[in-house]
C-alpha cells in the first residue's frame, strides 16, 4: 500500500513503518541498500556515495493521519566533476510539490473490514 502511494523507484525502499500512537502519526523510513552507486546531476557517472543527510518530510496524510517520510539523502563525490553533489530525488521532489497542491482524495466506501480504499495520489503524472 505505502509502497504504491509514494511511487518509490530504484535505489530506495520503505525499510520501516512505525505507527506513533501518541502523536497519532505515521513514520515512514526510507532507505537504499549500502553500496548503491548514483548518477552525478551533471555528468551522469555511476559515483559511490560521498556522506547522507537525514531529512524528514512531511507527506500527504493517509487515512488523516498525519504521515511523515524520514531518508538518509545521499551526496556523490563526482570524480570527472570533482564536485559533491546531492543526489536528486524524485519522490522528495514530488512531495514538496503535492504538500500544498493537493490532497489524498480517500473513498471510503464500506466500513466493513477488509474494505477497499481508494486512493488517488495525485501528481502522479509528475
Ligand atoms: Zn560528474
Known amino acids: 500500500m505505502f509502497n504504491i502511494a509514494l511511487q518509490l523507484e530504484e535505489p530506495w525502499k520503505l525499510a520501516h513503518i512505525e505507527f506513533e500512537g501518541r502523536d497519532q502519526a505515521w513514520h515512514?523510513?526510507?532507505?537504499f541498500e549500502r553500496g548503491t552507486t548514483f548518477s552525478c546531476p551533471f555528468c551522469g557517472?555511476?559515483?559511490?556515495?560521498?556522506?547522507?543527510e537525514k531529512k524528514q518530510w512531511r507527506h500527504l496524510d493517509f487515512w488523516n493521519w498525519k504521515t511523515f517520510m524520514h531518508a538518509r539523502l545521499p551526496r556523490v563525490k563526482?570524480?570527472?566533476?570533482?564536485?559533491?553533489?546531492?543526489v536528486p530525488v524524485k519522490w522528495a521532489r514530488a512531495l514538496s510539490h503535492l504538500s500544498n497542491v493537493k490532497r489524498i482524495a480517500i473513498d471510503e466506501t464500506s466500513s466493513?473490514?477488509?474494505h477497499r480504499y481508494d486512493i488517488d495520489v495525485c501528481g502522479s503524472r509528475m
Do not use: F, H, M, W
Not at 557517472?45 to 547522507?52: G, M, N, P
Open 28 to 31: 515512514l523510513y526510507i532507505d
Open 45 to 52: 557517472s555511476a559515483c559511490k556515495e560521498y556522506d547522507t
Open 112 to 114: 466493513r473490514p477488509g
Open 78 to 86: 563526482c570524480r570527472s566533476c570533482n564536485k559533491v553533489t546531492q
